[in-house]
């Protein structure tokens, strides 16, 4: 709270309704405008009264939020009741996004389509993988539609397993590795996706010797 209420010691504060509904009536978009307000720097708005408090939550046990107090209907994502995990990834994959950094610019307003995409619904998180994270999150590639996997999301396949298919490719060293992996090199099986690129940091310590064992020339 950044300021003292004004209130004098053993003084009542107005009941619930009739403080939400003044609250309500100065138009106010959020919680620091209210402060703001309450302190007298937004000028043309009519004094606070002072049976009403500078921070409410603490004070009415009907409180809500500060959407509800200031008629924003803004409410805190923690406060939110969510649609079901399944009904939300149906209306995000009907974006037809392209990765989470298009889903980061959507949920801020920021990403501009034609035509132009339906506003974020009030019960979709923006953070779906905390809302949902016990209720069947998987990961961005699930919740957008496009099946891609962050790389730290990826569950690699042993050691032998991917030095048995890196070896089948003939390649001659660790140069032409790095072309197949950036798809320089034309005319080879394309790199399983449960096989990372940068093998030499994946594998060590669980088998990982050197370049020359891992593509066996």
Known sequence: MPV???KKRGAK???FESARRFARSLKLKSKMEWYAYWRGDIEGKKKCPVNIPCNP???YDEWVSWGDWLGSGVISQQLRVFRSFIRARKFVKDLKLKNQKEWVMYCAGRLKKNPPLPKLPIDIPTNPHRAYADKGWI????WIGTGTFATF???YRSFRSARAFARSLKLKGNKEWIEYCA???LKRKKLPMDI???VSQVYKGK????WKDFLGN
């Open 139 to 142: 990961n961005y590639g699930n």
């Open 196 to 198: 990372p690129s940068h």
């Open 4 to 6: 003292m209420d004004r």
């Open 153 to 155: 999301e990826r569950k």
């Open 57 to 59: 939550p603490p004070v």
């Open 207 to 210: 088998g990982w010797t050197d």
């Open 13 to 15: 504060w107005r009941e």
């Open 183 to 185: 798809k320089r090199l």
